[in-house]
């Protein structure tokens, strides 16, 4: 059941309630069924007034059980129904005033018969969420765009994984390594997904539903697969071992 208090304690007691969490630990709880989700898509979900956790004198964030829950339930909402976060926010206040939970009505987009066979596998975004989640502006976005690394979905939104992209870009940026040097990761990346899309290729055309879905399960294990084979290759040629 979704709770709907939203940060602060109870009566605005001075007590510290001992289930509150970091951030970090926050990130942690959620990517065992939200395994894209970020910081940055945390605190651009607070920024866009979706949950107001607690802060500290020092200004970190903390966050009580109903907020994880609150948190949940959004992603939860992006993922399996495609609803921007303007009807999420509204569907939440609508709870505070003790309305009843509206569900999806079929056909609506992000249902499974509207979004293909197969269903939904991703969260959609707009492109000044991605900027904002991301931490970039447009003139980056566009360069990234123009390198393959980021591509707009059909819809003009863009998936979940777009804004890891972006903040792994980012990263990158860091230490010298400019988009235009990662063009060589994105063409590894085609061709690896190219490799895993021959494999499961038979299962996607089949006219049995559970085999198209048993299909997009063997995708994501192969892509699980290719992704640690890649990283342990690129770790054995530089003679070094990540954590």
Known sequence: MLHTPRGGAA????TVDSRLMSIGTVLNTLREEFPEVTISKIRFLESEGL???QRTP?????FSPDDVERLAHVLRMQRDHYLPLKVIKEQLDGLERGEALPVP????PGDPADAGEDG???????????LAAAGIDAAELEEWE??????QLPDG????????VAELVG???RFGIEPRHLRLMRAAADREAGLVDSVVAPLKVHRNPQTRALAQARAKELAGLTVKLHATLVQTALGVRLP
Do not use: C, F, N
């Open 11 to 14: 009566g605005g007691t001075a």
């Open 51 to 53: 949950i107001e956790p």
């Open 58 to 62: 020092s200004g970190y964030r903390k």
């Open 105 to 108: 009505a079929p056909g609506r």
């Open 120 to 130: 939904p596998t991703a969260a959609r975004i707009g492109r000044q969420e991605l």
């Open 146 to 151: 123009s390198y393959g690394l980021i591509a």
């Open 157 to 164: 939104g863009y998936d979940a994984g777009a804004v890891v």
């Open 171 to 173: 990263e990158l940026g």
